[in-house]
């Protein structure tokens, strides 16, 4: 009776957390080219034999709760690899540090398990020679979602309407190549050049490149969820126009306690930040980046991040009047009517300060009853989701 019981409750917490397996194949024979035509040789994880391992490797996305095995087949001849979980609470086995747990050696399978924790940036890259190893392109991104809202900063936290990822890293053409890269193996010192880049990399593109890429898109008045990290071994400074609204709400994979309004924000090795900007003014502009030496804290290169502002609801909705919110001014709680074919799949409400009060999943449009008797007077914006985009109706609390 009591296996019975364990079976299940086990085939009743697959239904609740979902199983992900990310295969991740490591290479030492990856190819980059640099802004100005130059191609450099790299390391870096594939998901597929067929595909060059870019720099930076795939942003791997994950919901919280997510029982998570990353399988890393070392198809590479030369060093072992591994990949290291940084800043994920998981225990020491599967966090890929050598001597702590297992190296990947040439054509085997290194698996990582872990239950997804908060949700927040996180980074992974290989931790065998990691000077090395990471500048040769062995990282990425690692994003874990809060569950049934990917629109939503955590749990209780922000919603936003877009969101985009920058991974910045630098390039130090002197260690690509086959003298610094294939280094040996075992207790030997390894020699590299001073640290002296000349190509600063905004996930994986600098300067032309960065130029030649769509431009981000944020809404006016609606909050964009930048999310920040730095893999390199300089120093990341953003400044952002104070018409962006940017503020600071996580730091590390956590929420800070209070939104911190700041125009400009450095990110150091390591360090990952959660930014809302929420512009209020309409136009073309650029965050600019520039990337500090930590020795002598010098600016020794600066790239731009593009982005246009357009106006609230002009892209990506739905027909107007798709369903009706009723009563609104509200007190206790609201009646949805769907009048689209469209079902709507989440229902989210915020302050108009862009805090989430309020976010459910639709199971059934038939009755769409929302309990908000938590809510205090105001204004607030709801938001609901369907297949094809968003549509927002700002609502009032009675006095
Ligand atoms: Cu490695």
């Known amino acids: 009776m009591r296996k019975f019981l364990a079976l299940i409750f086990f085939i009743a917490a697959q239904g609740v957390f979902a199983q992900s397996t990310t295969l991740l194949i490591a290479r030492n024979i990856g190819k980059k080219v640099l802004d100005d035509g130059t191609e450099i040789r790299t390391f870096g994880y594939a998901t597929k034999l067929s595909e060059n391992p870019g720099i930076p490797g795939p942003t791997l996305i994950y919901e919280e709760g997510d029982s998570v095995k990353i399988d890393m087949w070392n198809v590479s001849q030369g060093a072992p690899h591994t990949i290291h979980l940084h800043g994920l609470d998981v225990d020491q086995q599967n966090d890929g540090v050598p001597h702590l747990s297992f190296e990947v050696e040439h054509m085997e399978h290194g698996y990582y398990r872990f239950k997804a924790p908060h949700p927040g940036t996180y980074l992974y890259h290989c931790h065998v020679v990691s000077a090395i190893h990471v500048q040769a392109g062995m990282y990425g991104m690692l994003i874990i979602k809060p569950k049934g809202n990917d629109k939503l900063t955590w749990e209780g936290g922000y919603s936003f309407s877009r969101d985009y990822n920058f991974l910045l890293s630098e390039i130090d053409t002197n260690w690509h190549t086959d003298a610094h890269l294939l280094h040996p193996i075992g207790h030997v010192k390894i020699k590299v050049p001073p640290y002296d880049p000349t190509y600063f990399l905004v996930n994986g593109s600098s300067g032309t490149q960065l130029r030649s890429e769509a431009k981000k898109v944020f809404l006016k008045n609606d909050n964009t969820f930048l999310r920040l990290a730095n893999i390199g071994y300089y120093a990341n400074r953003y400044i952002f126009s104070d018409k962006l609204n940017a503020s600071v709400v996580s730091s590390d994979g956590r929420p800070l306690p209070e939104a911190m309004v700041s125009d400009t924000l450095m990110v150091f090795p390591g360090e990952r930040y959660g930014v809302l900007v929420n512009p209020d003014n309409l136009g073309d502009d650029s965050v600019k980046i520039e990337y500090l030496n930590l020795n002598t804290l010098s600016v020794k290169g600066t790239e731009y991040m593009h ?80 297949e094809s985009g968003n549509e927002i109706r700002r609502l009032l609390h009675k006095f």
């Not at 108009?352 to 914006?381: D, F």
């Open 307 to 386: 982005y246009e502002v357009v106006e609230e609801l002009s892209a990506n909705t739905v027909s107007p009047e798709s369903f009706k919110v009723f009563p609104n001014p509200f007190t206790s709680s609201l009646r949805l009517t769907n009048l689209s074919k469209e079902s709507i799949k989440n229902i989210a409400i915020s302050t108009t300060s862009g805090q989430s009060v309020y976010s459910r999943v639709i199971e059934s449009n038939s009755s769409i009853v929302l309990q908000v008797e938590h809510l205090g007077p105001g204004s607030y914006i709801l938001k609901a989701t369907t």
